[in-house]
């Protein structure tokens, strides 16, 4: 068995995001978010884009997953 010694890795430093940079795309993925969560718990065709039922029947079962009553 021979036995080898590994060097650390030294000066491998991490990239930072400035907080400035990161702050729209954390917006926009959390509204993007709230529009989802919308649309599987709160839709009922009511305000509904497409007219109809259709986008309840989309995330029916995904309601009932999330514990969403839905009839």
Known sequence: MSQHAV???VGADLP???L???APWA???GLLG???LFFI???QGAVSIPSGTLVHEW???GRHLL????H
């Open 7 to 9: 060097a650390p890795v």
């Open 67 to 70: 514990g969403y009553p839905c």
């Open 27 to 29: 917006l926009f993925f």
């Open 59 to 61: 995330v029916h079962d």
């Open 20 to 22: 400035r940079e990161l």
């Open 34 to 36: 709230l529009l989802v």
């Open 16 to 18: 930072t995001i400035p």
């Open 41 to 43: 718990s709160a839709d």
